[in-house]
């Protein structure tokens, strides 16, 4: 789907508000808390029209301005203006057998005329309708920040086409088409720089503060704005199929999926409502008929009942909460898959990161070639380039680089079989050699002393080893010719993220590395991991995920949503590096970073620590106030106006306090 079907999309639906969308029964018509339907203008304006006629009314009431008979008239009036929505709804409540928040408004408001009471059947009305504009209205603010993104890829592009430039829709435009981008400029779609250098705010799908330099060979992304210099780009993917888009369509996917919390709560008020109804019911009918009670006494009392009952601030606590959430992280470059997932990083307890591209650059270089056997070092590198010009891992791309870089010329090695997590083979010329690391060459027979004091020098450095050698077969027992040092840069701000996840509650971190146990040892006291666990293969991953998840309960794993996939689907929360740039990660994890800044994690726990706590206290503080609304309407002391003041009060509070959110200058 494209970006402007998003707003097709919406506009046809003829609401912004992200609950009409949240899979609550709205296919049926069914809802047990607040409607949203007052979020067009004829609603608003029905509104505007019903609380103008309660306060004439009321005005004229306390001035006597009017006869009795036209002010009485005014309140019947304001009610028709301000619910007249609310009937039909009623009616199909009662049709399904199932009272919702429209059939206790308006068995309220009609007790309350039957007692006379019109002035505070028509304000019930009336300010019911304010509390559901209020849900309305909290759900576009939260709203605005995702759609935000729409509006920030443009609508044209100009493409080259017959050696001319000429400007065409965005869904025109074809892969590999080449398009310019004027300084100032927003980047139309996704592509890698052809012509020009240029720096780029990437802050609208990345979250960086600090724009990026751009020059030829680097990838940039649709919706992002172009510096100072002008581009050419060649268009990596259509405009349904940019990154921009991606985000777009998983955050309306996400915000379909409810939060425990929310399931909790739909549950309880899917009984709540009924059983409310049942005691509004024995108030009405036992005083009068077993105590000699007056009957409009009571049923004043279990219309006051009822109007405390709408749960509106109860069934609003949650998906406000979520949105707001979800939007504010996204606009840091976060990406969460749904309100369960924001509730499950809140309750995270420990986190097993990966080092290569997590905690290191992943951009491993060779540092130097140590030779054996009489081995010149163009001798091993020939032979270890030949075997890793199969492989796409980063230390075998490092081999690759380095050996071209040395000037060295190499085949392509023949009956190339990758052996996971260990390393690969292959056939150099007729001969069969090996290239792996430590373990492997334990595998293989050919550790000797020497060879295990010499790999354990490399590893002392916190560098990775690739073991170069020919391969046992048949009468030959193998032997190392060869040992390359492998060094990957650690993150600057690695230290930095640790300690940030120690202060937002992480417990315990632990990194899970492939390297041997050394580099991981050393790696992890350089930044201030807890514990390294090293010589691990994919399966050993998993593993160590279950076992934390048994010791913890609830774990995260980060990585790059590809390698680590299946430690991070045995995670509570799987957390992907770096999604800007790979398709994958933003597809199989659960929380996507779009920049490969660890610290962002940090800000995502405390944020999702802070929604939970927001979400807690809403519900706590609803509960509360129904219980203590129940008790003063069983006493006698509470009315119709001081009900209904309440349940708009309670519910304008909740969305205040949901939205507090979204607050740019907050903190997670």
Request: glycine fraction near 10%; include cysteine.
């Amino acid at each position: 789907m494209k970006p402007s079907d998003h707003t097709h999309k919406s506009r046809e639906h003829g609401s912004d508000s992200p609950y009409e969308q949240d899979g609550r029964d709205h296919e049926h018509g069914e809802h047990e808390g607040c409607d949203h339907s007052s979020s067009n203008p004829w609603d608003t304006r029905s509104l505007i029209a019903s609380g103008a006629l309660v306060g004439i009314g009321l005005i004229a009431r306390w001035t006597k301005m009017l006869p009795a008979l036209g002010t009485e008239a005014i309140f019947p009036a304001a009610m028709l203006t301000g619910g007249w929505l609310l009937l039909p709804k009623a009616w199909r409540a009662i049709l399904r057998f199932r009272p919702d928040i429209n059939l206790l408004v308006v068995i309220a408001a009609i007790g309350a005329s039957l007692v006379g009471e019109w002035a505070e059947a028509a304000t019930v009305v009336f300010l019911f309708g304010v509390a559901e504009w209020l849900e309305g209205w909290a759900g576009r603010r939260a709203q605005r920040a995702v759609e935000a993104l729409l509006g920030i890829a443009p609508k044209t592009a100009t493409v080259k086409r017959d050696g001319k430039f000429a400007d065409v829709p965005v869904e025109e435009v074809r892969v590999a088409e080449t398009v310019a981008v004027k300084s100032g400029m927003n980047i139309p779609l996704d592509g890698e720089v052809l012509t020009g250098e240029s720096s780029v705010n990437q802050a609208p799908i990345t979250g960086e503060s600090v724009p990026v330099d751009k020059k030829k060979g680097d990838t940039v992304f649709a919706g992002t704005v172009n510096g100072e210099g002008s581009l050419e780009i060649r268009v990596t993917k259509a405009a349904g199929d940019t990154t921009l888009a991606r985000i777009i369509r998983l955050v309306e996917e996400a915000r379909e999926q409810k939060a425990p919390t929310q399931r909790f709560v739909d549950v309880f008020a899917r009984y709540y409502t009924p059983a409310v109804t049942v005691v509004a019911l024995l108030i009405l009918l036992v005083p009068p008929l077993f105590m000699g009670g007056d009957w409009s006494q009571w049923l004043y009392r279990a219309c006051v009942l009822l109007i405390i009952a709408c749960p509106c601030a109860l069934v609003i606590s949650t998906p406000v909460s979520i949105v707001a959430g979800l939007a504010a992280l996204a606009k840091r470059g976060v990406l969460v898959k749904g309100g369960a997932h924001l509730e499950s990083i809140a309750k995270l307890k420990a986190l097993a990161v990966d080092k290569t591209g997590t905690i290191t650059e992943g951009k491993p270089q060779v540092q130097g070639v140590e030779t054996l056997n009489q081995k010149s070092e163009q001798e091993v590198l020939r032979i270890a380039a030949a075997v890793d010009l199969h492989s796409s891992h980063p230390l075998a791309k490092a081999v690759v680089e380095y050996a071209k870089k040395q000037g060295v010329e190499f085949p392509r090695a023949e009956n190339y079989q990758a052996r996971s997590g260990r390393g690969a083979e292959g056939s150099v010329e007729g001969h069969d050699y090996f290239v792996g690391n430590h373990r492997l060459t334990h595998e293989l027979g050919v550790c000797s002393e020497d060879i295990e004091r010499r790999l354990a020098a490399v590893e002392s450095k916190g560098q990775s080893v690739v073991v170069v050698g020919h391969r046992p077969h048949g009468d030959c027992k193998g032997e190392v010719l060869g040992i390359l040092a492998i060094g990957d840069t650690v993150r600057p701000n690695a230290a930095e993220a640790i300690k940030a996840l120690h202060a937002a509650g992480i417990e315990t971190v632990v990194m899970l590395s492939g390297d041997n146990q050394r580099t991981a040892d050393s790696i992890a006291k350089q930044v201030g991991i807890d514990e390294a666990r090293g010589d691990l293969l994919p399966e050993d991953k998993v593993t160590a995920v279950k076992a934390l998840r048994e010791k913890h309960g609830s774990v995260g794993m980060v990585g790059d949503g590809v390698n680590d996939a299946p430690a991070m689907a045995s995670a509570t929360v799987g957390i992907a590096m770096g999604g800007a740039g790979a398709d994958a990660a933003i597809e199989t994890a659960d929380v996507t970073l779009m920049t490969d800044d660890l610290g962002k994690i940090a800000e995502t726990i405390r944020l999702g620590r802070r929604t939970l706590a927001i979400i807690r206290f809403n519900i706590i503080f609803a509960l509360a106030l129904k219980a203590l609304f129940l008790v003063l309407t069983l006493l006698g002391h509470a009315s119709l106006w001081l009900a209904i003041m309440a349940d708009t009060g309670a519910t304008l509070l909740v969305v205040a306090n949901s939205l507090r959110l979204l607050r740019s200058s907050d903190q997670p």
